[in-house]
């Protein structure tokens, strides 16, 4: 089993920042990719980005957020973080982190993972 808590959401006006933070415990997360999503609402979950635990091999979704966002890890205190800037009101959603199979494959689709975390809100006003 694998633990996930999130931390670093709230309410932000759009043009700022924010990082959120992803602890993990349990089994040992070498072998494990993290990746973060976001679900507005009325919307299906969204690939926002995801690392590798072993390798640091970083994948990021698509124009809406590289650049702006920034994925990182430290593996020492076994937690992960998303590093986002230049907030959009579009970027409102509940932000998961997820602990799943180091794979290229399947890392950027929600059935990819098997644990999550319980979700943080981050509210960009306009």
């Known amino acids: 089993q694998v633990q996930l808590v999130e931390s670093g959401g709230g309410l932000v006006q759009a043009g700022g920042s924010q990082r959120l933070s992803c602890a993990a415990s349990g089994r040992t997360f070498s072998r494990y990719v993290m990746g973060w999503f976001r679900q507005a609402p009325g919307k299906e979950r969204e690939f926002v980005a995801a690392?590798?635990?072993?390798?640091?091999?970083?994948?990021y979704a698509d124009d809406s957020v590289k650049g702006r966002f920034t994925i990182s890890r430290d593996n020492a205190k076994n937690t992960g973080y998303l590093q986002m800037n230049s907030l959009k009101p579009e970027d409102t959603a509940v932000y998961y982190c997820a602990a799943g199979p180091d794979s290229q494959t399947y890392y950027n689709i929600p059935t990819g993972y098997n644990y999550w975390g319980q979700g943080t809100q981050v509210t960009v006003s306009s």
């Open positions: 690392i590798s635990w072993s390798s640091g091999r970083i994948y």
